[in-house]
Every structure is written in structure tokens, then in C-alpha cells.
């Protein structure tokens, strides 16, 4: 069984989707959510389906007997972040490389890097003129979503879009796509099927 580790830092819908997908499998289980907010509804819907949630603070997640020796104790294999905001640390990376995954909702490597997150990505490519934006499913590293690639899925702007309305067209691809991506790209390393 892998025991898989959420990072959150909002509404969590993203977060709810991949527990959804997982309910039942017997190879991979939402083990935790971590969320660096305490009044974050992600928590609520941890509780909602019986997964332990944890709080951190910033000196907690860059301490490595903090965070990092929370994972190791829930035998955490695989690490999902679904709209978490913070910066990975060096410790947490290099202990689970290649076993950390992020969705980003543009087409990296455009659009992507410190503060583009969330509806500033929108906004960012509705001003520039973009006809198709999407979402990319990548590994994770040190820097901001720079990691290698694993997936993307494109979708049309056309002229009556605003960011609220390419925020609807990109949640629906995350929906679609991410709980499937994770599944494949857990499956397809072989690290994940070894307790930590």
C-alpha cells in the first residue's frame, strides 16, 4: 500500500477530488493532509473523510525534525501538493525526490515561477493575449515549478474570457486529470511501493 501526503493551503477542492478517486483503492491511500493554514477548509474536509490533518507554521516545514519526521512516522511514500503555495524545502525534496508531484494551472514553462499562482496566473495570460492556457502536472524540485513534466491538457481562450471564467475551464481539467496522473505516475515509480 502506498500512503500518500497532501500538502493544502486553501478550499482544498483539488484535495477532495483525490481523496474521492482513492476511496477504496487498495494500493494507494490518503495517508494525511498538511496545511500551513489552520482556518483552511481543507482541514474540514480532511475531517469529512476520516484523514488525519496537520498545521504547520513556516520554521515547523523548514526544520527537518519538524514536518520531514512526520511523514517518516506516518510512513508517508508519495507526496501530492494540490494548491499548496509554499516553496518545498531542500530536505523534504531530496528525501522524497521523485516522489513529489504538483499540478500548476498554466502551460509551463510559461506562466509559472514566485507569486504566479491562482487567479494571478489567469489574469496574467487574459492581459497578455494567450489563445490556449492548461494545466502541467510536474515533478517537483527546489525551485518554483521547475520540475521535469509528467502531463499537461491545453484549452481554448477565446474573447469573452476572464480570469473567472479561465479559472472554470482550468478547474475542470485539474478535476479530469490530476487523480488519474498521480495514480499512473505513483505506479510507474518504483520508490512508491517502499515504506519509508
Not at 477542492?13 to 491511500?29: D, L, Q, V, W
Not at 493554514?37 to 523548514?62: G, L, M, P, W, Y
Amino acid at each position: 500500500m502506498n500512503n500518500i501526503a497532501i500538502f493544502a493551503s486553501g478550499g482544498g477542492t483539488n484535495a477532495e477530488n483525490i481523496i474521492s478517486h482513492f476511496s477504496g483503492s487498495k494500493e494507494n491511500n490518503i495517508e494525511l493532509i498538511l496545511c500551513n493554514k489552520s482556518d483552511a477548509f481543507v482541514i474540514q474536509r480532511a475531517k469529512n473523510h476520516n484523514i488525519k490533518s496537520i498545521v504547520f507554521n513556516k520554521e515547523e516545514f523548514t526544520n527537518p525534525s519538524k514536518v520531514l519526521d512526520t511523514l517518516k512516522k506516518n510512513n508517508i511514500n508519495f507526496i501530492v501538493l494540490a494548491g499548496f503555495l509554499w516553496l518545498m524545502p531542500k530536505h523534504i525534496v531530496e528525501h522524497y525526490k521523485g516522489r513529489i508531484i504538483n499540478i500548476h494551472p498554466a502551460l509551463l514553462p510559461a506562466y509559472g515561477g514566485k507569486g504566479m499562482y491562482g487567479d494571478n496566473v489567469h489574469k496574467a495570460i487574459i492581459e497578455a493575449g494567450e489563445k490556449k492556457s492548461g494545466i502541467t502536472i510536474h515533478q517537483v524540485n527546489e525551485l518554483f515549478d521547475d520540475g521535469d513534466i509528467i502531463f499537461q491538457a491545453e484549452v481554448e481562450i477565446n474573447n469573452e474570457d476572464t480570469p473567472d471564467t479561465l479559472a472554470q475551464k482550468i478547474h475542470t481539467l485539474e478535476y479530469r486529470h490530476f487523480p488519474t496522473i498521480i495514480e499512473q505516475t505513483i505506479n510507474a515509480t518504483p520508490s512508491g511501493h517502499q515504506s519509508v
